[in-house]
């Protein structure tokens, strides 16, 4: 059974960083693409950031490039998020996710595990 379990979620000032963890079980990280995305009240679901198994490429969203980082343990099985420079448009829920498609990019559709979400609010 795939679980992806998220932390690091909280409370940060605009202008602060927060790292975000994922913990992944019953999957290989090296034969997923794996990544994460949020989805704020009220907005649809955003592609944040993704490493796909092809050949590691990573992407990112228009809206977080420069600011946040996505990288992975492998032998610890962990999926991070680095952001910084926090924004109050930053404020969501945060999902972990993988797929076996290794060029799924930013397609919400083509990920087929997704974890429970960990809140990151950004305050003024």
């Known amino acids: 059974e795939v679980q992806l379990v998220e932390s690091g979620g909280g409370l940060v000032q605009a202008g602060g960083s927060l790292r975000l963890s994922c913990a992944a079980s019953g999957i290989t990280l090296d034969d997923y693409t794996i990544g994460w995305f949020r989805q704020a009240p009220g907005k649809e679901r955003e592609g944040v950031a993704c490493?796909?198994?092809?050949?590691?490429?990573?992407y990112y969203a228009d809206s977080v490039t420069g600011r946040f980082v996505i990288s992975t343990d492998n032998s610890k099985n962990m999926i991070y998020l680095q952001m910084n420079s926090l924004k109050l448009e930053d404020t969501a829920l945060y999902y972990c996710?993988?797929?076996?498609?290794?060029?799924?990019?930013?397609?919400?559709?083509?990920?087929?595990?997704w974890g429970q979400g960990t809140q990151v609010t950004v305050s003024s």
């Open positions: 996710v993988a797929t076996w498609n290794s060029m799924a990019r930013l397609d919400s559709g083509l990920y087929d595990y």
């Open positions: 490493i796909e198994s092809f050949d590691g490429t990573t």
